[in-house]
């Protein structure tokens, strides 16, 4: 799936600091990606990426920079956002949250029939009594949430980064600091959701750039901060109770990366006619991999531990030897972490040991 070009009168759209709001960004330490000109999409992949759809932690464009899949291609590289900016000038510019540290809160003003009340507030019922009339939009149900907690609106916080979107929105920018991994979610979703007309973007998302002009108009700074604020404590523990921990769902990989050929020739050299054993540490392994299609976290460290404890026990029922289990693993989470081998081999090691005193025979059920 890829957005679609820019077109017509799209591409009349000025963009005259698009390249200076980037590189900004970028100082501030969050990696940025183009959007197509006049929209808030990302361009469409390269024809390669459209023919062959693979994950984006398997494209080879970030190495030959391009910006195909979107926030997955977001850098803080300089040089790499001049060169696309100075070849491009009628992109704009937009943040990849996770890799960022950001959570932002994007409050919708857009008209439409308000919700049943158990959706206006997930998790929080409002009873029959309360008045709703003049509830009509995310500044409102976000101002609800607030009271609800004693605190301030987000929405009126001048201690932190707010912009003004051209459809009568805003977003308000703050820092997870503590690196808690929180994810999107969308205020009109029926699963996680913050509060009616309020989305959250964080890991598994991108916010526009303060600065970028679209066919709609420009995304505005608000007078007070120009900076985000650390997260307030109430809303991170908003955030919490209402699923936004990434570690606490599914992964849900977009395409299989390919588990290494290895993996299977392993088996069976250990003892071969193992298409079980195989099955399981194919799954395994691509669970480790899988986490290459997400810029920070995605339980990768838990996932790691799990595979690490099934591969030990495949090693001690004898489908295949330590070293090449070892090996396999932590091909796996360089795959998918190639910075953090000492963490990486750490979490192998403990894992194979604790798998290891439950042999994994293939074919009977493990307690
Ligand atoms: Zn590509
Ligand atoms: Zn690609």
């Given at each position: 799936m890829t957005a679609p070009q820019a077109v017509g009168s799209d591409r009349t759209v000025r963009q005259p600091d698009a390249l200076a709001v980037a590189r900004w960004c970028a100082t501030q330490g969050w990696p940025v990606h183009p959007l197509a000109p006049g929209r808030k999409t990302p361009p469409a992949n390269c024809q390669a990426c459209q023919e062959s759809p693979h994950s984006p932690g398997d494209c080879a464009c970030p190495r030959s920079g391009r910006w195909c899949h979107g926030f997955h291609a977001a850098t803080v590289d300089q040089d790499v956002i001049t060169a696309w900016w100075q070849a491009n000038p009628d992109f704009g510019a937009a943040v990849a949250c996770g890799p960022a540290g950001l959570v932002v809160i994007d409050v919708d003003s857009h008209p439409g029939a308000v919700p049943p009340r158990d959706r206006i507030l997930p998790g929080i019922p409002i009873h029959e009594h309360v008045d709703l009339d003049g509830l009509e939009n995310g500044y409102h149900t976000l101002a609800l949430l607030a009271a609800l907690r004693r605190s301030p609106s987000p929405a009126e916080d001048t201690s932190t980064l707010r912009v003004r979107t051209p459809s009568g929105g805003l977003h308000v920018w703050y820092r997870d600091e503590d690196h808690r991994?929180?994810?999107?979610?969308?205020?009109?979703?029926?699963?996680?959701?913050?509060?009616?007309?309020?989305?959250?973007?964080?890991?598994?998302?991108?916010?526009?750039?303060?600065?970028?002009?679209?066919?709609?108009?420009?995304?505005?700074?608000?007078?007070?901060a120009w900076t985000p604020a650390p997260l307030p404590q109430w809303l991170a523990e908003e955030l919490v109770r209402t699923g936004h921990l990434k570690d606490r769902q599914e992964a849900q990989p977009i395409v299989p990366a390919t588990v290494p050929d290895r993996a299977r020739q392993a088996v069976v050299a250990a003892g071969g006619g193992r298409r079980g054993a195989e099955r399981v540490l194919d799954t395994v392994l691509q669970d480790v991999t899988d986490c290459a299609t997400t810029p920070e976290g995605a339980g990768f460290t838990g996932k790691l531990n799990r595979a690490a404890y099934t591969v030990g026990g495949l090693v001690s029922a004898g489908h295949l030897t330590p070293t090449v289990a070892e090996q396999l693993l932590l091909d796996a989470a360089r795959?998918?972490?190639?910075?953090?081998?000492?963490?990486?081999?750490?979490?192998?090691?403990?894992?194979?040991a604790a798998g290891a005193r439950q042999p994994l025979h293939i074919g009977k059920a493990r307690g």
């Open positions: 991994g929180f994810t999107c979610s969308a205020g009109s979703s029926t699963g996680r959701a913050l509060a009616w007309q309020v989305d959250v973007r964080a890991h598994g998302g991108y916010i526009v750039a303060p600065g970028t002009t679209t066919s709609a108009g420009t995304y505005t700074p608000l007078p007070g795959t998918a972490r190639p910075s953090q081998d000492r963490h990486s081999s750490a979490v192998i090691r403990s894992g194979l």
